[in-house]
């Protein structure tokens, strides 16, 4: 079972390959990965860091205990209906997706994140929403 925070979910949606290091990246790629190519693998929501945050790299300033991501994780949840504590299959959560969330969505709930320049959160998102569930990885940003 893997363990989530509120705001990786929109994250799982947009990745495509890039992140903080090489190392927090190849653990995201396999996340990824396993959810796409197995929508039935169990999530436990939680609160906090999680299994993604646990590879951010330490010479780096991290922003997992910060205030604003705590909020960001708890607007996502109660916009997607899910509380911390609750297991649920990724493809439940693809699910919730395209009942709540619209094209805008990642906007307004992740506004100032810095990934969002890339837009592949938006497209990623609207893969989900055509009913297509998580894109593929493509190769990461250079």
């Not at 929109?10 to 992140?19: L, R, S």
């Not at 436990?44 to 300033?61: N, T």
């Not at 969002?116 to 009913?131: A, I, S, T």
């Amino acid at each position: 079972m893997y363990q989530l925070r509120g705001h990786h979910i929109f994250c799982m949606v947009g990745y495509q390959g890039a992140g903080y290091s090489a190392e927090y990246a190849a653990n995201m790629t396999a996340v990824h990965t396993k959810l796409q190519q197995n929508p039935q693998k169990l999530v436990q929501i939680i609160s906090g860091p999680d299994m993604l945050c646990a590879k951010f790299p330490c010479d780096q300033e991290n922003h997992c205990e910060e205030r604003r991501i705590y909020e960001r994780d708890a607007a996502i949840l109660a916009f997607l209906g899910l509380h911390v504590g609750q297991i649920v299959t990724w493809e439940t959560i693809e699910q919730r997706l395209k009942i709540y969330a619209k094209p805008d969505s990642i906007q307004k709930l992740c506004g100032d994140c810095t990934w969002r320049k890339f837009g592949y959160c938006e497209h990623g998102l609207n893969h989900v929403l055509d009913g297509h569930g998580l894109q593929g990885v493509k190769a990461p940003l250079p």
